[in-house]
């Protein structure tokens, strides 16, 4: 069984995830914490529950949902793990987070890339990267099918899909992504987004004005 803990964080309200198993072993996904007390507030989640961090995962590199990876690669000593072509998303990230007045500490480079299709073992679990991209050029999502969730970052949300207007994004390249990679999955999984509410595959394939019809 993992169990899922989900913070919002910092000024754009990003959603962070902390998955749980078992053996109290933790994979931080998307540290979004900004603020002093978000910061603490996950440390001391982490500290209080008797968690073991052992990854540190990006499902993409704009820098809403890498405030936090300095901190996490700092504390556990562990590098942040994302798609390749994600790269020059980190690369930009201070000088974007300049450009919306958000300065932070810079992300730590990747411990490695992460690609398509790989299985991430998590206790008696698998989690398989999905290849999203669209909203970033390298986004990816992570899809667990024996607990039914998938972690897709700023690719699909409840009624909406993610913004198309930055830097690597293309809104038919993300449409196909959501229904090739997202849409082919069981209507029972859970979809836990970058932003708002989590939602299911069932739901938005029924729902979501961007993709129905």
């Known amino acids: 069984?993992?169990?899922?803990?989900?913070?919002?964080?910092?000024?754009?309200?990003?959603?962070?995830?902390?998955?749980?198993?078992?053996?109290?072993e933790c994979i931080i996904i998307d540290p979004g914490c900004y603020f002093q007390d978000e910061r603490k507030e996950l440390l001391q989640y982490i500290q209080t529950h008797g968690l073991n961090v052992i990854r540190l995962l990006n499902t993409h590199c704009h820098f809403d949902h890498i405030f936090g990876n300095k901190l996490v690669s700092d504390t556990y000593k562990l590098r942040p793990e994302f798609h390749e072509l994600e790269q020059p998303i980190l690369d930009n990230s201070q000088r974007a987070g300049a450009m919306y007045n958000i300065p932070f500490e810079p992300s730590p480079q990747s411990g490695r890339y992460l690609v398509e299709g790989e299985k991430i073992l998590f206790g008696t679990d698998e989690i398989t990267v999905l290849f999203t991209p669209g909203h970033s050029p390298g986004s990816v999502s992570f899809y667990c099918p024996s607990q039914q969730f998938v972690i897709g970052g700023d690719v699909l949300f409840f009624q909406s899909i993610g913004r198309t207007d930055l830097p690597g994004g293309n809104h038919q390249?993300?449409?196909?992504?959501?229904?090739e990679k997202l849409f082919v999955l069981p209507d029972e999984i859970r979809v836990f987004p970058g932003h708002g509410p989590s939602t299911t595959i069932g739901f938005e394939k029924k729902h979501n004005p961007f993709l129905v019809g």
């Open 1 to 24: 069984m993992i169990e899922i803990q989900q913070f919002t964080f910092g000024p754009l309200q990003e959603n962070t995830f902390l998955l749980i198993n078992g053996k109290k």
């Open 173 to 179: 390249v993300l449409l196909q992504s959501i229904r």
